[in-house]
T-cell receptor, first 115, second 114 residues
Framework: AQKVTQAQTEISVVEKEDVTLDCVYE???????LFWYKQPPSGELVFLIR??????QNEISGRYSWNFQKSTSSFNFTITASQVVDSAVYFC????????????FGQGTRLTINP | ETGVTQSPTHLIKTRGQQVTLRCSSQ?????VSWYQQALGQGPQFIFQ???????GRGNFPPRFSGLQFPNYSSELNVNALELDDSALYLC?????????????FGPGTRLTVL
């Protein structure tokens, strides 16, 4: 069975600090996809990144970066120089490669950036 | 904005009633998925429709049912509502079921069962 664990329920930092959100996953599939979504108070899930299991390259997009390590089944997300607008709930998700496009989500991490 | 719309925004029902939630997918998208998100939890997959056929289902009882119409909009129906059905219901649309195609989420319908 697939499972995603986000051990950090809530994180609170002061603006401009760097923050890392942890994600650990479990799957028996050799081919799978990992995702990060942001959920602002409005409720809509906003797609941030997708990675397939064959691509372990880290990725940087502006202030966001992702560290994918298959050896530890982790897909961590770092925000550099955080801003108040980054405040939201962040979800890590896993999808098998075949069949329905089903996303298995973690419980989410509520990130609060204080001015 | 993702172009995915859901109606209604909020809904209050009583236990035992039936409810229908609606989702309009992004233009050209033929795949719609529904998720249930309880307060403080991550979304859970209910089912997916692809070209008007159910294409996979999560661990939800048969009283959760759905439809997809020829224009690819979709409905989620829940019969015999229970208190635990109170949640945010999200739909997501995508072009085909290819994992390289992003799923775009709507703003959700918040259902409260009293």
């Amino acid at each position: 069975a697939q499972k995603v664990t986000q051990a950090q329920t809530e994180i609170s930092v002061v603006e401009k600090e760097d923050v890392t959100l942890d994600c650990v996953y479990e799957t028996r599939d050799t081919t799978y996809y990992l995702f990060w979504y942001k959920q602002p108070p409005s409720g809509e899930l906003v797609f941030l990144i997708r990675r397939n299991s064959f691509d372990e390259q880290n990725e940087i997009s502006g202030r966001y970066s992702w560290n994918f390590q298959k050896s530890t089944s982790s897909f961590n997300f770092t925000i550099t120089a955080s801003q108040v607008v980054d405040s939201a709930v962040y979800f890590c998700a896993l999808s098998e490669a075949w069949g329905a496009q089903k996303l298995v989500f973690g419980q989410g991490t509520r990130l609060t950036i204080n001015p | 904005e993702t172009g995915v719309t859901q109606s209604p925004t909020h809904l209050i029902k009583t236990r035992g009633q039936q409810v229908t939630l609606r989702c309009s997918s992004q233009s050209g998208h033929n795949t719609v998925s529904w998720y249930q998100q309880a307060l403080g939890q991550g979304p859970q997959f209910i089912f997916q429709y692809y070209r008007e056929e159910e294409n996979g289902r999560g661990n939800f009882p048969p009283r959760f049912s759905g439809l997809q119409f020829p224009n690819y909009s979709s409905e989620l129906n829940v019969n015999a509502l229970e208190l635990d059905d109170s949640a945010l219901y999200l739909c997501a649309s995508s072009l085909e079921t290819n994992r390289d195609n992003e799923q775009f989420f709507g703003p959700g319908t918040r259902l409260t069962v009293l």
